[in-house]
Each structure stands twice: as C-alpha cells, then as structure tokens.
C-alpha cells in the first residue's frame, strides 16, 4: 500500500490545554493538504486543509502549519475539549492526481479531564 | 444536505466469497473515491470515478474493482476474499478534485472469516 501503517501514537492532554499533532508528509510535488478527524465507528470527517502556497491556516480553534522545506505538517487545537477525542490524520494530494490523498498514520488524541 | 451514504454497514462474508458495497454520494457530486482502512496499513486509496470513468487507481490486486452509475452512485467488488481483505471501506465524494471539498461516508465494515 501506499500509505504508512504504523503503530498509533497517542497524545495525551488536560483538557484545555493547546494540543500539536505533527505529521511528516512524502511527496515534495503534494500541493493541498487535510486534516482528518475519525471518531469510533466513523468515517474521516474533514477539520481544515492548506494549499501549499501557504504557512499556516487558522480555522475555529484549530491552526494548521506548513513547511514545505522539511515536508511537515502540524495541527495545532486551543483548548482542547473532551470532545476533541479521536485519532486524527494528515493527508496529502497532487492536484494532478485528481482525487487520490495519501493518508499519514495517524495520531490518537485522548484528552483527560 | 445528505451526506455520503455506505451501505451495508457491517458484513461477514466467508474465504472465497465475492461482494459488492455501495455508496450514494452527495446529491451533485461526481467525483466517488474508495479507500480501504486497517489497523496494519491505515488508509489506502483504491480507485476514484468521475463521471462514470475510472480516473485514478491505487496499488491493488486486480481482485478489486468498482463502477459508477449515471446517478453518479458507485459500486465495489472484491471478489474471492482473503482473510486479509477484512476492513473498513470508505468511500469518498467530491464535487470536483479533492480540493473543492472531499466529503466520507461512515464506511462498510467487512468481515472475512
């Protein structure tokens, strides 16, 4: 396959606490990037993405980071809540590779209260 | 709106079995992509259709294949299963490329046994 499958890491938080999730992507030619959010039971629901022609993102608590010269991504969550529980995944396209995302291992995000 | 709509949602199917899973995309959308996830290899992309064509087609035995209808609703086959083959499929639709919004359905969770 052409993702990478490994073991989950875990993150740990309190709740209300800032959580970064980091994901390292593969293809210096991949030009969008999302992050996913799946939930037990669920399929990947969509929290925010970026274009690679940008550095950061912010959405409603959430800010995504990009640098492209290191192939990295971060997702940064303010005050995380119970609710933000789940495993949360990168993924990457090529915008010409039409629908096709490469999806990052994952990390799973328990948030303690 | 009606979001992505995977049915069935749970199936146990025999070694040797073939099956077929469907999915409804969002009314609009034309673009319907198949991933399949486990805990070994996360997620990996399958196929993507278009408009009733094949545009994209991930690294999997010819075992696997899909369709899509004029109304835009596509199908998978997986025939003579493996163990292996136990998953959750995802299916994915967009009105366009992924960067105009790629929305999943809850999955079909297979069961081989």
């Known amino acids: 396959g052409e993702s990478v499958g490994l073991h989950l890491p875990t993150l740990s938080v309190q709740e209300g606490d800032n959580s970064i999730i980091n994901c390292a992507y593969s293809?210096?030619?991949?030009?969008?990037f999302i992050w996913y959010k799946q939930e037990s039971g669920k399929g990947p629901q969509f929290i925010i993405d970026?274009?690679?022609?940008?550095d950061k993102r912010q959405g409603q608590r959430v800010t995504v980071l990009l640098n492209k010269t290191v192939k990295h991504l971060s997702l940064q969550i303010a005050a995380t809540q119970p609710g933000d529980s789940a495993v949360y995944f990168c993924a990457e396209s090529f915008s010409g590779g039409y629908n096709k995302l490469i999806f990052g291992a994952g990390t799973r995000l328990a948030v303690h209260p | 709106k009606a979001g992505v709509t995977q049915t069935p949602r749970y199936l146990i199917k025999t070694r040797g079995q073939q099956v077929t899973l469907s999915c409804s995309p969002i009314?609009?959308?034309?673009?319907v992509s198949w991933y399949q996830q486990t805990p070994g290899q996360g997620l990996q992309f399958l196929f993507e259709?278009?408009?009733?064509?094949?545009?994209n087609k991930g690294n999997f035995p010819g075992r696997f294949s899909g369709r899509q209808f004029s109304n835009s609703r596509s199908e998978m086959n997986v025939s003579t299963l493996e163990l292996g083959d136990s998953a959750l499929y995802l299916c994915?639709?967009?009105?366009?490329?992924?960067?105009?919004?790629?929305?999943f359905g809850s999955g079909t969770r297979l069961t081989v046994v």
């Open positions: 994915a639709s967009s009105s366009g490329t992924a960067q105009y919004g790629y929305t």
């Open positions: 009314s609009g959308h034309r673009s």
């Open positions: 970026i274009r690679s022609n940008m």
């Open positions: 293809n210096s030619a991949s030009d969008y």
């Open positions: 259709y278009f408009s009733e064509t094949q545009r």
